[in-house]
């Protein structure tokens, strides 16, 4: 008896040295991001395994039981080490800090964070305050700006707020603001100046293609920013007090589970900056302006329990733009702003399983008053959209899942326009306001499909209109070692919302219309591949090409806005089809006294419409062949830093005449082909010095001198064309004129924060 139950203990004990327990978990920043390719060494019975974290920052592993090493390493991150005895089934919650910095009561410099971080399928991770010595002019981070320093991004011009990412029009990019709200108001002062304010927003995603299923309703890019998603520990200010404008964030804590933070700017640019937009050159088109804005940011969050989190967001923006031409007796105003509010509630259900429900409203409306002589013009249009999402976040199997639900209203009025003369009772009205539904089901997976190949495979599938839209999206990453990966991808995207954009410069009276019987949604079909290779512990070289194809585009080619009873959308908006395909290179080093990176971006864009160019395909106006970006800070010490841009790109192209003739003494022109001509070359660097007064974790006190175009360059916004006539009318002098908006703008502020 006693040899049996012997014999029985070491069979028991046998098969229970052969049992595997799973070791899974994932990786984040003390910011809460997810981080992927983060390298993992682990070590089990003297045995080292190496693995990389998925799309989602996750890993999972078996292992026999016993003692368990773990060494995590991102680039960019404190490494970090873990040590524990294997037992049963064990899930780790990892987080990492940024940079060498050494955390203790000591001085820590912001360049020490990571500032950019590459993810996945080329996507980038933004830091925006490890970014803020990069020049600008208000001394704050400028997010939309530093995109078009990045490849495949065109750069927009002096006065534009829109950004051209792979040859897409600017209405086919998605900014979600607290990575849930889209926002359709996407400037101040033509672009000039950030749309939000840079301290309320630690944290920037970006991803070029859409990759991610719970993103769509566009057909080229997706802009997350992500507020702060922790209780403020302590009462904070930061901020900075400027010549031409000034902003400040409180951060509030009411208690241990519950606080808010809260940001506020405003400008004063009128009293500064008229006099440097007047001076030095007889283009600018600026006389006897008036421009002010003002933006608000509110978080509020509450830790309600330990597995549930509430949280609140708030934007709200305003500007107002006067302009008076005494040579034309011409008075414009121009107003727009945005609003939005999205209650939030994240609840962790398991170890394994999270879970979000949001809701959104969110409203951008523009209006634009023209007053000349006797005439008197107003046009108006808002976009206004209620939503609610639903989404689930899961391992099966060490294999990550997100399954979700949409829904979003929307109502829009795209053109309120009213014409009167003002000394008599003659006028016309046109108005008409939209409603329509998008109801969206979407899920993603993240298999392991072999040791080094991880996929991301997503289905998003739209209902609009009593119709269904099939969205598939791939992504394949290859990991050869702990330096190098590969990845290529897919995507199909379908846009219901369209911005019709009626100037060249991106003025506010840009107004967006939904898909109806006659303008069906726009449809795109991406392939891109590239690779990202670490070529040294401080840099990381990308390359990268893509090809897209579009069909179902709108082009409104006036120019203007219609003013007459016969203009409608309908009569004239025309559809067409469109390609783009491009090369992208990016070196990035991210370390060290001097860091930065370099950028280059070849690139094509083409456009098809049946009713413009004789039916012949021809070149986007934003179509800019080639686009080179240097960025540059460099840390002198602990009390100075520099920073420098350095832009050079193709100009934009534009619809010059060829020839002229008369009709009964009228000069008439006459067209060879759409977007025939091209704008000069545009080179701009900018500037900034950093002296700090006090820099640790709480106190920080710093001036900031900017120099926006530093050498005073002319860059043109547009071309006019001054025509002069012989008195016989036999001949014509046509000479083009550069326009600028801009010339060199130096900037001084004080950045705080105690």
Same mark, same amino acid.
């Not at 959209?385 to 099966?396: A, C, L, M, P």
């Given at each position: ?240 007090? /400027?010549?031409?404008? =000034?902003?400040? !964030? *409180?951060?509030?804590? @009411?208690?241990?589970?519950?606080? +808010?933070? #809260?940001? $506020? ?26 421009? /002010?804005?003002?933006? =608000?940011?509110? !978080? *509020?969050?509450?830790? @309600?329990?330990?597995?549930?989190? +509430?949280? #609140?967001? $708030? ?440």
């Amino acid at each position: 008896m006693r040899t049996i139950i012997l014999v029985f203990l070491l069979c028991f004990a046998y098969s229970f040295g052969q049992t595997k327990f799973r070791v899974e978990g994932n990786v984040k920043s003390i910011q809460n991001i997810d981080l992927v390719e983060t390298n993992m060494a682990i070590v089990s019975k003297n045995k080292k395994t190496e693995v990389i974290t998925d799309s989602l920052g996750s890993f999972s592993l078996q292992f026999e039981p016993g003692s368990i090493k773990i060494l995590i390493n991102h680039f960019g991150f404190i490494e970090k080490e873990l040590s524990f005895e294997l037992k049963k089934d064990t899930t780790l919650n990892i987080v990492l800090k940024n940079g060498d910095a050494n955390l203790k009561e000591v001085n820590v410099t912001n360049s020490k964070k990571n500032f950019i971080t590459t993810l996945s399928g080329g996507k980038l991770l933004f830091n925006t305050k490890a970014l803020s010595s990069m020049p600008t002019l208000l001394g704050n981070t400028d997010i939309l700006k530093l995109l078009q320093l990045t490849p495949g991004v065109q750069n927009s011009g002096d006065a534009n707020g829109y950004i051209y990412v792979r040859g897409s029009d600017p209405g086919h990019n998605s900014i979600l603001y607290g990575g849930e709200v889209p926002i359709y108001g996407m400037s101040h002062l033509l672009g000039f100046f950030p749309f939000y304010n840079s301290d309320h927003i630690p944290d920037v995603e970006f991803d070029k293609s859409s990759t991610n299923a719970k993103y769509g309703g566009r057909l080229s890019s997706t802009l997350s920013l992500i507020t702060n998603n922790k209780v403020p520990k302590q009462f904070s200010i930061q901020g900075n007090l /400027g010549l031409l404008a =000034s902003q400040a !964030t *409180f951060s509030v804590p @009411i208690t241990q589970k519950t606080g +808010f933070y #809260f940001s $506020t700017r405003r400008t004063y640019i009128d009293e500064v900056v008229t006099p440097f937009l007047n001076s030095g050159s007889d283009n600018n088109d600026v006389n006897d302006m008036k421009y /002010g804005f003002s933006d =608000s940011n509110l !978080t *509020f969050i509450t830790n @309600i329990s330990k597995n549930h989190q +509430f949280k #609140f967001d $708030t934007f709200i923006s305003n500007d107002k733009f006067n302009i008076n031409d005494s040579n034309l007796a011409l008075t414009t105003t121009l107003k727009w702003g945005n609003f939005s509010v999205s209650p939030i509630l994240i609840s962790k259900l398991s170890a394994k399983a999270t879970m979000s429900n949001s809701f959104y409203y969110t409203k951008y409306t523009n209006f634009l008053n023209l007053r000349q002589s006797n005439l008197e013009a107003e046009v108006s249009s808002f976009v206004r959209d209620f939503g609610f999402k639903n989404s689930i976040n899961f391992i099966v199997n060490g294999i990550p899942i997100e399954l979700g639900l949409q829904y979003a209203n929307h109502r829009l009025k795209p053109q309120n326009i009213q014409i009167k003369d003002i000394s008599s009772v003659n006028g016309f009205m046109q108005n008409g306001v939209g409603k329509t539904n998008e109801y969206t089901f979407f899920g993603s997976i993240k298999p392991k499909l072999f040791e080094n190949v991880i996929a991301e495979l997503g289905l998003r599938l739209d209902g609009y209109n009593s119709s269904f839209y099939f969205q598939p999206r791939v992504l394949i990453n290859y990991y050869l070692d702990a330096k190098s990966s590969f990845y290529v991808s897919f995507a199909k995207q379908n846009q219901f919302l369209h911005l019709i954009t009626t100037s060249s410069v991106g003025i506010p009276t840009d107004f967006w219309i939904a898909s109806f019987d006659k303008i069906r949604p726009q449809k795109s079909v991406e392939f891109s591949i590239g690779s990202n290779h670490k070529i040294s512990k401080n840099s990381v070289f990308s390359l990268g090409g893509f090809y897209r194809s579009m069909k179902n585009l709108l082009e409104y080619p006036y120019g203007v806005t219609q003013f007459n009873e016969m203009s409608t959308i309908n009569n004239d908006l025309i559809i067409g089809k469109g390609k783009a395909y491009g090369l992208e290179m990016m070196l990035n080093k991210t370390k060290g006294k001097f860091k930065g990176w370099l950028s280059y971006t070849w690139s094509l864009s083409e456009r098809n419409f049946q009713e413009l160019n004789n039916g012949d395909t021809y070149f986007a106006k934003y179509d800019r062949r080639h686009n080179l970006s240097l960025v540059g800070m460099y840390e002198l010490n602990l009390k100075w830093n520099f920073g420098i841009t350095q832009i050079f790109t193709s100009g934009n192209r534009f619809t010059m005449p060829t020839s002229w003739y008369f009709i009964n003494n009228n000069p008439v022109k006459e067209y060879s082909g759409y977007n025939n001509a091209q704008m000069p070359n545009y080179i701009r660097t900018d500037f900034s010095i950093n002296y700090f007064f006090v820099k640790n974790i709480k106190k920080e006190s710093a001036i900031n001198f900017s120099i926006y175009n530093t050498f005073n360059l002319e860059n043109p916004v547009y071309v006019i064309l001054n025509v002069e006539v012989n008195k016989e009318f036999e001949s014509v002098v046509v000479a083009p004129q550069n326009k600028v908006m801009y010339r060199i703008l130096p900037s001084i502020s004080w950045k705080f924060k105690f």
